[in-house]
Every structure is written in C-alpha cells, then in structure tokens.
C-alpha cells in the first residue's frame, strides 16, 4: 500500500492533505496554472459545496501552494518555491499512477482531534 512509494511522498501527503476533495483540487489548479479560480468555479468543477471550496483553497494558499489577488480572491497554482513545486509534480505523478493507494494513505491518517471535533459540529448543524 502506502510504501509502493517513496517515503518523501508518503510524508508530503500526510502534511498536506486531509481529503482526496483537497489534493484534486490542487491538481485541478496545477493542470492550468495560467487560470485563475474562486470558490464558486471550483465547486463546480469538483461537484462540492462552494464553502468547501473556499475553504480548500484558502488552506492550500496557506501551505504555499496557490496565491490569491483581488477581493473576493482568485486564486492561481503558485508554489512559493521550486521544491514545494517539484514535490506537487511528482504526487501528481504518484497520483496519476497509484490513486487508490493515495486516497487510502490520506483516509488512513491518525485523525485530528480538532478536526474531527468540528466535523462533528458541522455534521450537527447540517441535521
């Protein structure tokens, strides 16, 4: 599972991600780094809430992957350096050529306690 691939990969996953809905996005962006996105282009392209989506891309702005410009913000692929970007290249490879060995290693993460806590208040509310 998770060790056919490289442990560098392994641990970049496990850093960033926190659902397969988050890396596609990202990929999504990487595929045309020329265009910008907001939230609502981005739930429909990924079939998901447009606060979902938000959320998504203000969390990857804020690991470095994508940067934003104008209000409401748009956002575009960016890496803030080339190794962030050499990383992204060679898990979207990993992606392309493992992806249910991926979406296993991102769901078999030790939960976060915080998370699951506003899951579950999240879950609530949507009742």
């Known amino acids: 599972m998770a060790e056919e691939f ?5 641990r970049f996953i496990t850093e960033n991600f926190t659902s397969v809905e988050q890396l596609e996005a990202l990929l999504l962006l990487r ?10 282009e ?10 979902a989506a938000a959320m998504r891309l203000a969390d990857l702005r804020g ?11 748009r956002y575009r692929y960016r890496p803030a ?3 962030l970007a050499r990383q992204v290249d060679l898990l979207a490879d990993v ?15 030790p939960a976060d306690p ?5 899951d579950a208040f999240r879950l609530r509310k949507e009742k």
């Open 95 to 109: 992606y392309r050529e493992r992806r249910v060995t991926v979406i296993t290693l991102i769901y078999s993460r």
């Open 42 to 51: 981005l739930s429909q392209a990924l079939y998901t809430q447009p606060e």
């Open 6 to 10: 490289p442990d560098n990969i392994r």
């Open 31 to 40: 595929a045309d780094p020329e265009r910008t996105w907001d939230a609502a």
């Open 63 to 73: 690991r470095g992957f994508l940067t934003a410009e104008g209000a409401p913000a």
């Open 81 to 83: 350096n080339s190794e």
């Open 114 to 118: 915080a998370q699951a806590f506003a």
